[in-house]
């Protein structure tokens, strides 16, 4: 079946560590997509990729990194420099060529600093 | 700048009884609208999309909604309530980017109680 995989679904790290979390999809899409979902917040995209070896920064990109060297790979780092990262992360894919924007979501990790 | 409110954060419903979940957009063109489902601790499950044509679109699971641009609302709705569709309701808004609108602005969401 194709989808979208993330993994660790839960992942517990101390303050100051770096996290990566992983985005794997099957779906053949070339746009992939990381938004954070906060309690009351709805989901605020962090960054986004059209294409592979390009990305950009969505509206909060701040102490987070991401790469995209495989089309299906789109993996997202929460590096140390980000303030508040206890939150839910959803990773996400469309067709790039798709007028309505229509988005496919994984089931998400849930990132705990202790 | 574009926007989705919801103004609803939490609504309870009898199981049976209907629904309708509130959305307000602002965007200044003619706006690529979305519903999705989130069931606790999982991804976003698309319901129903809007574009262009028939205001009233059907979703899956029997949902449908309403676009009015006069309200600048797309209001969701469903005539019998069951238990399983007690989760979290998002609306969103897609934004322009080379045409295609692939980022999207997500509300704040409506959370979604169903009493027996």
């Known amino acids: 079946d194709g989808g979208i995989t993330q993994s660790p679904k839960y992942l517990f790290r101390k303050e100051g560590q770096n996290v990566t979390l992983s985005c794997e999809q099957n779906?053949?899409?070339?746009?992939m997509y990381w938004y954070r979902q906060d309690p009351g917040q709805g989901l605020r995209l962090i960054y986004y990729s059209q294409i592979v070896n390009d990305f950009q920064k969505g509206d909060i990109a701040e102490g987070y990194s991401v790469s995209r060297e495989k089309k299906e790979s789109f993996p997202l780092t929460v590096t140390s420099a980000q303030k508040n990262p206890t939150a839910f992360y959803l990773c996400?894919?469309?067709?790039?060529?798709?007028?309505?924007?229509?988005?496919?979501f994984g089931e998400g990790s849930r990132l705990t600093v202790l | 700048a574009q926007s989705v409110t919801q103004p609803d954060i939490h609504i309870t419903v009898s199981e049976g009884a209907s629904l309708e979940l509130r959305c307000n957009y602002s965007y200044g063109a003619t706006p690529y609208l979305f519903w999705y489902v989130q069931s606790p601790g999982q991804g976003l499950q698309l319901l129903l999309k809007?574009?262009?044509?028939?205001?009233l679109v059907q979703g899956i699971k029997g949902f449908e909604a309403e676009f009015k641009r006069s309200q600048s609302s797309f209001n969701l709705r469903k005539p019998s309530v069951h238990w399983s569709d007690a989760a979290e309701y998002f609306c969103a808004v897609g934004r322009g980017y080379g045409g295609a609108t692939n980022k999207l602005i997500f509300g704040t969401g409506t959370l979604l109680a169903v009493q027996p």
């Open positions: 779906l053949n899409h070339d746009a």
């Open positions: 996400a894919s469309s067709m790039v060529t798709s007028r309505t924007g229509e988005l496919f």
């Open positions: 809007y574009f262009s044509g028939d205001t």
